[in-house]
């Protein structure tokens, strides 16, 4: 792979291994759980059983009284001590739900917090639940964002009037024009399932509170420590300046940890009440019921197409399911990150898309890997595919036709505020098709098909948006998070280098990679480079990680300020050699005269001397001490001592202060685009409904790859979760609102007999709208492993007239659509007998 791009040096585009591997696989990481100073306390949450039921009366007199048991707290003990929490994106004209830390009138969902057991260990606080009697008076519950939205539905809120807490349009062009010219309409229901995060490490916190400083302290396992501070500091009315967020080790989030939740509040406040430490962590059942949930789209879409195969407009009707609370992006999930994506890598002259916000009795839904663009993406591919199949064409040549052409770009979608930076997608699709043996496969698939034998290939091509920005732009989408990203970059007395940024790890590696950028930048080596993030103590600032922006945006703003780090150290290094900054060059570690043999140089190297020899002799005429040196050789002097000169030697050059230490706020000037195709070969068993992998092809372009090695394990797990999301994975509910997948004996994750070997490659298109040209990687294989698989398995299905299947594509549902085909199949032929 060669690589363009504005990174340079000798880590940059290296397989590096993950300098934090050693302490997680020898056992030493340090997450929440693993905190317990002296006098801990342990919270458990008593949660509803019910759907919907309005709360009659709380008893908890039991609870308090048993052994071990310090507090209980009930909802309406808090109601007017805790501010309800608030969601970070408001569209316009939505409607805002309260959301108490606990409920204190109604529930709305099973697993909806009434009250909090304090005990002195954990098992005592969970126990003591069980004492805790609560009067319910059950109503209707409404489960279905279509079904919330329809009229005489079961009301949530009495400030969300049917339930719609916002209708979000995205339109251009004039697609019923479109339609009414189109050669072909072709129409879909699609259902983009409800799945739930489950990272490895369920959800975690404990607070700290000293009286004698008034301190608050709260570690959380979390993506945004420096948002959990502000909101948390708002909700309970505590001076933010006296409140520490820190974030340790995480155990994965996938955006599931990326938001605030009533237990951070619960534990803050009950630690600040009680004055002793409070930690809560969550159970793996309790993680299928509090904590946030991903998806959950019903589409319905219509695709306007002429015969060449041309796409003309989309429209698209969408139900999308919020769950009983707004959470944090909740809202923007599927307006703004959904909506706008539709077209994907097609240009769609006429699209109208409408989507409906809806509240309902579950569990609350927000940013899940990807966070709408796997719906935008898994919608307009598989319109593709239906549009090739009515038309009789091959897929690939259809996404070849309507394709965004290379030199569109930067393009506007006309439904969009976005503009995709830069694209080259058809060579991408063609490397996926090369590797695949695309030709040969579609050959090998009809003769197969004689064997009574279904080969099935599927075709996604994707694009999302990244390192997502400027702050203007997403403040008018209602957003209230900065999109700048903070950094700091500081060079100890010894030469070695402390990075502080504002993103926050939980499993990414930016330890390494950020190291990667910086010790390029600063012409070190690794090793003299440490990474500090998820401590708002020391860390002033930062908007966490989310949507792929550690590199685009956190990435950049340590390059930013290391750029400003060699510059003046330069400064300082010329100052040393008695020379003009100008004529000192920078190059691994060591600062010599570059090209300074000129008369112009040597006069001015002449000048400097001499006017230090007169200083210097003037002062020891005065003091007779002699000024600090710096250790020259040889018209050259090492980073480590332009390091030791900028702290400790009082000669600077004019105007500049001691230390080496800068900061910046980088504000990305656009977001980026990356991009895609990923090829599914599957093989589905006609008599037991099975699917067999035989090939899995991703090819991706993220511009210039900071490290292939971490890249390549960013899309193996995404892909791990586009394919359990395609084949396994689905949140169900019975009539009442109850999960019937609450735990991993009825939630199938996918494990590695579930996955096949995954071939992977690149290629390079960098973004012009950061200084390194790079984009993100994490969310690919979310996005667009679902729609490739799904495609595969409808591709193999087409000899029995399938159309479309919605995921999960269990095998039942495959084994069941064979049976009604061939049912359907045999009245025709035995009437012809």
């Not at 945004?224 to 502000?230: C, E, L, T, V």
């Not at 080596?525 to 990680?545: I, L």
């Amino acid at each position: 792979m060669t690589q363009t791009h504005g990174g340079t040096g000798r880590y940059f585009g290296q397989e590096v291994k993950r300098r934090e591997d050693l302490r997680h696989l020898t056992g030493r990481g340090r997450f929440t759980d693993d905190l317990s100073p002296a006098g801990t306390l342990h919270a458990a949450v008593l949660r509803s059983p019910h759907a919907h039921a309005r709360i009659g009366s709380v008893e908890a007199e039991a609870a308090r009284k048993m052994p071990g048991v310090v507090a209980v707290f009930t909802g309406a003990d808090l109601k007017d001590r805790v501010a309800p929490l608030p969601p970070s994106w408001l569209l316009p004209g939505m409607s805002v739900p309260e959301h108490p830390a606990l409920a204190y009138e109604t529930v709305r969902f099973v697993g909806d917090g009434v009250a909090v057991v304090v005990a002195e260990n954990r098992y005592a606080a969970r126990d003591a639940l069980d004492l805790i009697q609560v009067g319910y008076e059950p109503l209707p519950a409404v489960l279905g964002a279509e079904e919330a939205a329809k009229p005489g539905a079961s009301e949530l809120h009495k400030n969300v009037p049917g339930n719609v807490a916002f209708v979000f349009p995205a339109r251009g062009g004039n697609y019923k024009r479109a339609a009414k010219k189109a050669d072909v309409l072709v129409r879909q229901r699609l259902v983009n399932q409800r799945v739930v995060p489950n990272a490895l490490e369920t959800r975690t916190v404990l607070a700290e509170y000293d009286p004698g400083t008034e301190h608050l302290t709260v570690h959380t396992s979390t993506q945004g420590p420096h948002n959990i501070k502000r909101l948390t500091a708002g909700i309970l009315r505590f001076p933010e300046h006296r409140l520490r967020v820190v974030a340790p080790d995480v155990g994965g989030g996938f955006g599931s940890k990326l938001h605030l939740y009533p237990e951070e509040v619960l534990c803050a406040f009950l630690a600040r009440e009680l004055e002793r430490p409070v930690k809560w962590t969550e159970s793996r059942s309790e993680s299928f019921l509090a904590t946030n949930h991903g998806r959950d789209h019903v589409q319905n879409v219509e695709v306007a197409a002429n015969r060449d195969g041309t796409i003309t407009g989309v429209k698209a009707t969408v139900y999308a399911n919020l769950g009983a609370y707004l959470s944090g992006m909740g809202p923007g999930v599927p307006s703004v990150n959904f909506a706008m994506m539709v077209s994907g890598t097609y240009r769609i002259s006429n699209i109208d898309v409408k989507v409906y916000g809806v509240l309902t009795n579950t569990p609350r839904v927000d940013t899940y890997r990807g966070a709408g663009r796997p719906e935008a993406t898994y919608l307009i591919e598989r319109a593709v595919d239906l549009v090739a199949r009515k038309l009789v064409m091959d897929p690939a040549e259809v996404r070849r036709k309507n394709f965004i052409p290379k030199d569109a770009f930067p393009y506007k979608a006309p439904n969009s505020a976005f503009a995709y930076d830069s694209g080259d997608y058809g060579p991408n699709l063609e490397k996926a098709l090369e590797m695949v043996g695309y030709a040969d496969l579609r050959q090998r698939q009809q003769e197969l098909r004689q064997e009574g034998r279904y080969l099935g290939i599927g075709i996604a091509s994707y694009t999302e948006f990244t390192g997502i920005g400027p702050g203007w732009v997403l403040n008018m989408a209602g957003f209230e998070y900065g999109g700048w990203e903070y950094a700091r970059v500081v060079v100890h007395p010894t030469g070695a280098v402390t990075i502080y940024t504002g993103s926050a790890d939980h499993g990414q590696g930016h330890a390494t990679s950020y190291a990667q950028i910086a010790a390029d930048a600063l012409g070190l080596s690794m090793e003299d480079v440490e990474v500090v993030e998820g401590d708002t103590a020391r860390v002033q600032f930062g908007n966490g990680t989310f949507n792929s922006r550690s590199m685009p945006v956190g990435g950049v703003a340590i390059k930013i300020c290391c750029d400003k780090i060699v510059a003046k150290a330069r400064r300082i290094a010329a100052h040393a050699l008695n020379a003009r900054k100008a004529d000192v060059v920078y190059d691994e570690g060591e600062f010599r005269m570059g090209d300074a043999s000129g008369a112009l140089g040597k006069a001015a190297r002449t000048a400097l001397k001499t006017r230090r020899t007169i200083v210097g002799t003037a002062v020891r005429a005065v003091s007779g001490l002699d000024l600090p040196r710096a250790e020259t050789s040889g018209g050259a002097v090492s980073w480590a001592e332009v390091a030791r000169l900028a702290h400790f030697v009082s000669d600077y050059p004019s105007g500049l202060e001691p230390g080496l230490d800068e900061k910046t706020f980088y504000q990305p000037r656009g977001m980026t685009f990356p991009f895609g195709t990923y090829v599914a070969v599957v093989e589905v068993d006609a008599g037991t409904g099975g699917i067999s992998f035989e090939r899995f092809v991703a090819v991706d372009d993220c511009g210039p790859v900071i490290n292939p090695l971490l890249a390549r394990g960013q899309v193996h797990g995404g892909i791990a979760q586009g394919i359990g999301q395609a084949l396994l994975e689905g949140a169900e509910y019975d009539e009442a609102g109850r999960p019937v997948t609450d735990s991993f004996w009825n939630y199938a994750m996918p494990r590695a007999g579930h996955l096949p070997r995954f071939e992977t490659a690149h290629t390079v298109t960098p973004s012009p709208v950061n200084p390194l040209g790079v984009k993100g990687i994490g969310e690919a294989g979310t996005i667009a492993a679902p729609p490739a698989v799904v495609n595969a398995v409808v591709d193999a299905l087409s000899p029995f007239g399938v159309t479309h299947l919605d995921m999960p594509v269990t095998p039942e549902k495959v084994w069941r659509a064979i049976k009604d085909a061939r049912r359907e199949e045999a009245p025709k032929n035995g009437g012809g007998a």
